[in-house]
């Protein structure tokens, strides 16, 4: 449904290279995430793959149309969330969802059923002026919005920034269900915990795909035994940590450091940060995240 090939970016007449020669194919029906930092290349990605943008170079189908040449076709079976709320703010839920129905030469009667779960969460607020919702519901009715035409593919640039962890979570239940409906989905986000949620995964950064599979199998090929290190003082411990002389990767990783060693023991190591004077001193091993997982494929520690 989705197909990129060889996709190259640039802008400011080829000074900035935004996506450097991307790959990746997403199937019918596949729920695929692509995963990096702002600034990665993913909203690039996005507004190529919805003719917004045009290509430097390479080629990109979505549902069998060319982005370059057949851009009526793909606005007509695309729905798109971009990663800023972009709705009319002086109309009501009511009115833009009435807005977008008839920009498809449709209905909100006609296609109910598809945003039925999603628009009964809005219901209470239909009069209510969207500019005036939470950051919750913006969402919801945004994705509302990019689907009341039926699209067979559904495009969401960064759909849960800025919201609370609840609404998160029930955006993707919301997501869950409509692919159990046909409806294949990419989405987009920076927060690695997401990750987990998808079928398959793409992690990329600085417009480059640094890897791509399903979470668990990303996750299962962390070349090394990784490790989480903490003590009374976590700057010291950060400094000395990174000045050891077996030292793979080291980095901050909520209350303690995630660590990897090129060589030696984990005992050698603690017996070292001993030999510096720390208290407290824990280290132990631990299994590897997708943000492990993305920081060591950036670094190639």
């Not at 970016?9 to 900035?16: F, M």
């Not at 995430?33 to 600034?39: E, K, R, V």
């Not at 039926?150 to 869950?176: A, Q």
């Not at 299962?220 to 990767?249: E, Q, T, W």
């Amino acid at each position: 449904m989705i197909g990129l090939r060889n996709i190259t970016k640039t802008y400011s007449k080829g000074s900035v290279l935004a996506v450097d020669d991307v790959s990746f194919f997403v199937d019918k029906g596949e729920l695929f995430g692509l995963i990096g930092p702002d600034g990665a290349g993913k909203t690039s990605i996005f507004r190529m793959l919805t003719t917004l943008l045009l290509p430097t170079s390479g080629s990109a189908m979505v549902d069998g149309y060319d982005v370059a040449n057949d851009y009526k076709e793909i606005r007509r079976t695309v729905g798109y969330m971009p990663g800023k709320f972009s709705l009319y703010q002086d109309l009501s839920v009511e009115e833009n969802l009435h807005f977008f129905a008839t920009m498809f030469n449709t209905s909100i009667a006609e296609n109910y059923a598809m945003v039925k779960d999603i628009y009964e969460q809005l219901a209470p607020f239909k009069k209510r002026r969207a500019g005036a919702l939470s950051g919750g519901m913006k969402q919801k009715l945004a994705l509302c919005c990019a689907l009341i035409h039926k699209p067979t593919v559904l495009f969401l640039d960064e759909p849960t920034t800025g919201v609370d962890v609840v609404s998160r979570r029930e955006f993707w239940d919301m997501l869950r269900r409509l692919k159990s409906q046909g409806i294949t989905i990419l989405v987009s986000t920076p927060y690695m915990d997401e990750a987990v949620l998808c079928e398959r995964i793409a992690l990329i950064q600085k417009g480059r795909i640094l890897s791509i599979d399903t979470p668990q199998n990303i996750v299962d090929s962390f070349p090394v035994a990784l490790y989480a290190a903490k003590s009374d003082g976590m700057n010291a411990l950060l400094s000395d940590a990174r000045a050891y002389p077996h030292m793979g990767s080291c980095y901050a990783f909520g209350e303690y450091l995630h660590l990897t060693l090129k060589e030696g023991s984990v005992e050698d190591f603690s017996r070292y940060l001993g030999t510096k004077k720390h208290s407290n001193i824990e280290v132990k091993s631990i299994k590897p995240g997708i943000e492990d997982c993305f920081i060591e494929r950036m670094t190639g520690n």
